[in-house]
């Protein structure tokens, strides 16, 4: 999984920010602890999960938002190192949230991870050709997920 | 859920694991209100949410009966379903409930 993880981000034409690369040049392992991830779900259950994964277990610091319009305020405010965002949302969903980010010049470049049930070779396809760097599945493993997003964001910053 | 390390996570996500465990019979509930009012887009939707959640706080009968309610829930959003279609969505359905309830009676 690992090397599928390295080549979508190498095929990504995304970089990591320029705080989260110091981060990696001082370490030979990413320095998660300097690093924010925005998690977007509309399933509370799943934010406080990811929560506790990401942050108890990963040490990243995590911002949560509920929706596609709030995710896009919070990043545009906040200016999250990585993106997790759920793919099947009311209102706004994954990718119309995607293409709004993309739109806006200060959120254009955040790295952003699909989070989806929905794992098929050609769902995971469209949501790479969408320009995410990556995509995880649900159900996720707590212990397992910051280790994903670690994977991914290394991947980001040396390429 | 994995071996977590610190006794503080290890109680966390058990809190968070009883807590959701809790509110299952109601999750499952939610489909079976959508199912009768025949909003079959508005059930598939609740099934896909709980079987992506469930699955991740580890009640995997839960999230593999509803994966498989949503696919038939999938179909019905796309045409009416027929009486055969009807009697597996009630009996996946069912199947949700009972694991549902046993989420909330059963040992952690």
């Not at chain 2, 009640?59 to 009807?86: C, H, K, Q, Y």
Request: with cysteine; hydrophobic share 50%; aromatic share 2%.
């Amino acid at each position: 999984m690992d090397h599928q993880i390295v080549d979508q981000a190498r095929r990504s034409r995304l970089s990591l920010s320029e705080r989260a690369c110091r981060a990696v040049l001082c370490n030979s392992l990413l320095d998660v602890t300097a690093l924010r991830i925005l998690v977007v779900d509309d399933d509370p259950d799943i934010r406080r999960l990811a929560a506790l994964s990401l942050g108890r277990i990963g040490g990243f610091e995590v911002m949560l938002a509920a929706g596609g319009r709030e995710a896009i305020a919070l990043a545009a405010r906040e200016m999250p190192d990585l993106i997790l965002l759920d793919v099947s949302m009311p209102e706004l969903d994954g990718t119309e949230t995607l293409r709004a980010l993309r739109a806006i010049p200060a959120t254009e470049r955040i790295p952003i991870v699909f989070f989806t049930a929905a794992t098929s070779e050609a769902e995971t396809a469209r949501l790479d050709a969408l320009g995410a760097v990556g995509v995880v599945a649900k159900p996720f493993d707590v212990e397992d997920l910051p280790r994903r997003i670690r994977g991914i964001m290394s991947a980001l910053a040396v390429h | 859920m994995g071996e977590a390390r610190d006794p503080e996570i290890d109680a966390l996500l058990a809190a968070a694991r009883v807590d959701f465990a809790g509110r299952l019979p109601a999750k499952v509930a939610e489909i079976e209100v959508l199912v009768i009012r025949e909003d079959w887009q508005g059930a598939r939707l609740a099934a896909h949410k709980l079987r992506g959640s469930a699955a991740t706080y580890g009640f995997a009968v839960v999230g593999t009966t509803t994966a498989a309610l949503e696919e038939e829930l999938l179909l019905a959003a796309v045409s009416a379903p027929d009486a055969n279609a009807r009697a597996r969505i009630a009996e996946l359905s069912r199947k949700a409930r009972a694991a549902a309830d046993l989420a909330v009676t059963g040992p952690p």
